[in-house]
């Protein structure tokens, strides 16, 4: 109890100092009827937060934003960054129009392996799988450290113990790796690679038009979402290049922001960190909680992730996390 007096009085006393901002992480603005992920927000919770957010704090673009940084600057008082993290189609069909209309602007970073095709996401191909299809036999079998391991599948139970053993798994593994088994799964049922509508990431032309629009500025995420902490140096610089590589082909503009995928502090090293300075990546985001303050790393910024919450949740949230 003492340590945690002693850390609240220290951040209290940094923030009376230097006034932090918070960095608002989404994924998606729809509904979903199935979200295990919990990644969804609904139009309306999005557009009650983005307004409350509007009316109460101070929401940076993002060029300020950066430039503050960069220079070491005093963030002026209850500052707020928005961004979202993949690509999701929605980021352009639902998203955009509400930060248009509340005059509001977001950083999308973006995975392009999934760009302008029907594939989903492992995760959500994993969910598709394992949680969505009633026709799944009583167990399935998967190759684990060259064994194969048969989970039961037989009930809704069972079928979120086998997912919520199989997406950590995954998660961890090589893309190829991760892709051959997911592959295998998919095939042993006879289902199609070809992926639900409502989880498809952007096209190019909505790429593009996501990018015109002065409520959205891109950012890069990796080629195929991988944690980066588990691939050596020479994968990563491909994975990081790859990405920012398509985004500026296909909108012919620089990419000078990236995000770490999952971006947990374990989920990249001190290579990834080399890699974004050598690329001269502007401003990078993890994925851990904690306040932005004129002296922190540019290339480990905190953010907060943020879920389907009705207002007064999320108003007293965010009041919180310019506290602690």
Known sequence: MIKNFLGSSKRYLLNLLDSPAVVLLYHRVTKLEN????????????????????????????????????????????????????????NYLEALPILKTLNSQALFYITTSNLNTDHELWWDELERIILNNNLLPKHVE??????ITRFPTSNHVEKMNTYNFLHPYLKYLLPQQRNKIIGGL??????KSQGRETHRLLTINELQRLNESSAAVLGAHTHNHPALSI????????????????????????????????????????????????IGFEMVCSNYYGQVHSWTDILQLPRILIRNWEQQFFKNFIAKSFRY
Not at 186 to 191: A, E, V, Y
């Open 142 to 147: 998967v190759e684990i450290n060259e064994r």
């Open 186 to 191: 998919r095939q042993s049922i006879g289902m």
């Open 231 to 278: 691939l050596p140096y020479e994968i990563q610089l491909q994975e990081i290049e790859l990405s920012k590589n398509i985004l500026e082909k296909s909108i012919n503009k620089k990419i000078v922001h990236f995000s770490y995928p999952y971006g947990s502090k374990k989920d990249y090293n001190d290579d990834t960190l080399k890699i974004c300075q050598e």
């Open 35 to 90: 979200d295990p992920q919990a990644l969804a927000v609904s139009p309306e919770n999005f557009y009650e937060q983005i307004a409350l957010l509007k009316k109460h704090y101070n929401l940076l673009n993002v060029e300020e934003f950066t430039e503050l940084l960069k220079h070491k600057r005093k963030i002026p008082r209850n500052a707020v960054i928005i961004s979202f993290d993949d690509g999701y189609a929605d």
